[in-house]
């Protein structure tokens, strides 16, 4: 029995992107508590375009020895929630390998008063860490550290406010 000839190349069906609505919505497999990632909160003033950044630095627990990685996000800010949705590791195109975890720095503007951060893994495992930001007094304040009520959530991120790294502009 001859095969039929193919009229053209198949279709190959594109990869669906999980947007952050989707993980959120998503039931986390039950799995024991491991922390995986660390967060670090604090201010940072750019010299070169003279603005002032609130940073949301993310680092894995696992450092790596081989290759340098990053990892990579999506971000969505609404009013005062921003969700960082944390999507896997890519390598960093650099010819100096150096040992150390995977990270991602996450620059905002204008954050002033309580915010929360909600950073979501692809199984939908959601920590939530919120910050009373006030830049003129040059302090912030971590008001709550929380993982939201769903079915089989877990500890998998641990935040601190990170005040040793603050930069500000030097006024004379």
């Known amino acids: 029995m001859p095969l039929r000839r193919q009229e053209g190349v198949p279709k190959i069906p594109k990869t669906r992107k999980k947007t952050i ?19 670090m ?18 680092t894995t627990v696992k450092e790596f020895v081989y290759l340098n990685y990053e990892i990579s996000v999506d971000v969505r800010k609404v009013r005062d929630v921003i969700d960082v949705s944390l999507l896997g590791l890519n390598t960093r195109q650099s010819y100096y390998v150096q040992a150390g975890p995977a990270r991602v720095d996450l620059y905002f503007e204008d954050l002033f008063g309580k915010h929360t951060f909600n950073v979501i893994k692809q199984d939908g495992s959601i920590n939530s860490f919120t910050v009373d930001f006030n830049i003129y007094k ?17 500890l998998f991120c641990t935040f601190r406010l990170a005040p040793e790294l603050n930069t500000f502009e030097e006024v004379f």
């Not at 609505?21 to 967060?39: C, F, L």
């Not at 040059?138 to 877990?154: G, I, Y």
């Open 138 to 154: 040059r302090e912030m304040l971590a008001v709550d550290d929380t993982m939201p009520e769903k079915k089989n959530n877990r």
């Open 21 to 39: 609505d989707k993980m959120k919505s998503t039931t986390p497999v039950k799995t024991e508590d491991s922390v995986e990632y660390r967060a």
């Open 41 to 58: 909160v604090y201010y940072h003033y750019d010299k070169v375009q003279k603005r002032q950044f609130y940073v949301l630095t993310i």
